[in-house]
């Protein structure tokens, strides 16, 4: 059973800054990509930002410059550096990987609140 664990989320004034984690069961190389997705009521659900299994990685434009995904093999864990964050960065948090087998996995959820 592939379990993903977020955290790291919190209320944050704008311009703050939070580190998201995402802890895996298992080997985070066992996946094609890890992501960070977001989700705000009435809104659809946004790719922030991908690291493929060599590394490479990739942001959606409205973050670009503030945010950094990064990972530690070792601990089986990525994390997402946010930086500046703005009002507009409010949402729920998701961890995704795709082990790029027709299936993916998701974690729970870690609320990220900026505040004005």
């Known amino acids: 059973q592939v379990q993903l664990v977020e955290s790291g989320g919190g209320l944050v004034q704008a311009g703050g800054s939070l580190r998201l984690s995402c802890a895996a069961s298992?080997?985070?190389?066992?996946?094609?990509?890890m992501d960070w997705y977001r989700h705000t009521p009435g809104k659809q659900r946004e790719l922030v930002a991908g690291?493929?299994?060599?590394?490479?990685?990739n942001y959606a434009d409205s973050v670009k410059g503030r945010f950094t995904i990064s990972r530690d093999v070792p601990k089986n864990t990525v994390y997402l550096q946010m930086n500046s964050l703005k009002p507009e960065d409010t949402a729920v948090y998701y961890c995704?990987?795709?082990?790029?087998?027709?299936?993916?996995?998701w974690g729970q959820g870690t609320q990220v609140t900026v505040s004005s």
């Open positions: 995704h990987a795709d082990p790029g087998l027709g299936f993916d996995f």
């Open positions: 298992g080997s985070i190389l066992r996946y094609n990509t």
């Open positions: 690291i493929t299994r060599s590394g490479s990685t």
